[in-house]
């Protein structure tokens, strides 16, 4: 398990700034609805990898779901 | 009927593979790729919006259906951006199907053709199926194919523009010169007629979304497009008659009336 801190952290989430209670990617995530991917920074996090990602401040982070497309 | 037409190994019985997109409603999205007899949608990933609940119906209805998923990377612009979007898309839908596109100007949202073959060898290295949505430049598609890519989609014109064949004659060189890949029709297609022209061509299939998503009946123009690729198809498999410059009667000359053989 990655290592918990207790702080708040400004991060770039879905594009929009928002001010984070905890670096733990997994404590973010329950608001999102399933089933959704991440990437972080431009990079992919697999699923398995949730429990160990620690976010820093300043990150991009991005939660897609399915929508239409062509 | 046994179909000859796979992508990567998985057959299809259709050869016309839709688009979820641009429908005026998602009930009539469901009911034109009923119709239309598909087994393979495209669908693509964006940022969610909790406050936005259209995404869960979508997917609802999409897994409805139990169709093939085919997953784009409409409107990634580097390659970073493709394969990010790729393994997102492999998480979610468990499939290593990924319709690769790579824009290259925002105007004719054009495949960028460098950056397309650096990410197709990323993906293809990576376990993906790559069908790279391409132009119908036959050097690069000759290259997208030596990488490994066994399905390539060529645009007949600019996606949504459904101008239809733009150039033939590249088409068709792409046809002749790469006889074993298989080749999808991707973008520009407006009416089922040019469909059933590049099936008559030799294409293996087509994929179109605009051209029924944004018909005044979606649900009818889908079938429309299903029977003129059938139709293309057969006609392909027929084989045409050879074309010639000069009139020839099919109705036989021998024993018309009214003339002689004998001047008078």
């Known amino acids: 398990m990655a290592e918990q801190m207790k702080t708040e952290l400004s991060i770039w989430l879905n594009g929009k700034k928002e001010s984070l209670d905890s670096n733990q990617l997994s404590h973010l995530l329950p608001r999102f609805k399933s089933p959704f991917a991440v990437a972080l920074n431009g990079c992919f996090i697999a699923a398995n990898q949730y429990p160990n990602t620690v976010l820093q401040a300043g990150d991009q982070l991005d939660i897609v779901s399915p929508i239409a497309g062509g | ?264």
């Open chain 2, 1 to 264: 009927m046994h179909s000859d037409f796979n992508i990567y190994g998985t057959q299809l019985n259709s050869r016309l593979i839709l688009g979820s997109a641009l429908y005026p409603s998602p009930a009539l999205m469901q009911q034109a790729l009923q119709q239309s007899g598909c087994e393979a949608v495209t669908l693509s990933l964006r940022r969610q919006a909790p406050e936005q609940q259209g995404g869960e119906q979508f997917w609802q209805l999409i897994r409805e259906l139990k169709l093939q998923l085919l997953p784009n990377t409409a409107g990634c612009h580097s390659v970073q951006q493709a394969v990010t979007l790729a393994q997102m898309s492999r998480e979610i839908f468990q499939t290593n199907w990924i319709k690769l596109e790579l824009i290259g100007d925002d105007y004719n949202l054009q495949p960028e053709p460098m950056l397309l073959l650096q990410a197709a060898e990323h993906l293809l290295a990576d376990g993906f199926e790559v069908l790279p949505y391409c132009t119908d430049d036959l050097v690069l598609c000759k290259r997208l194919y030596e990488l490994g890519c066994k399905v390539l989609m060529p645009w007949a014109a600019p996606i949504g523009s459904g101008l239809g064949v733009l150039n033939p004659y590249a088409l068709r060189t792409l046809r002749e010169r790469l006889p074993d890949a298989t080749l999808i029709v991707d973008a520009g297609l407006g009416v089922p007629s040019h469909a059933c022209q590049v099936m008559e061509m030799g294409f293996d299939g087509v994929l179109l979304n605009s051209a029924v998503a944004l018909a005044k009946d979606p649900v009818l123009m889908a079938l429309a497009f299903s029977q003129a690729v059938a139709a293309g198809r057969s006609a392909f498999l027929a084989g045409a008659m050879p074309k010639q410059d000069f009139a020839s009667p099919s109705t036989p000359v021998l024993g018309m009336p009214f003339w002689l053989q004998e001047a008078l």
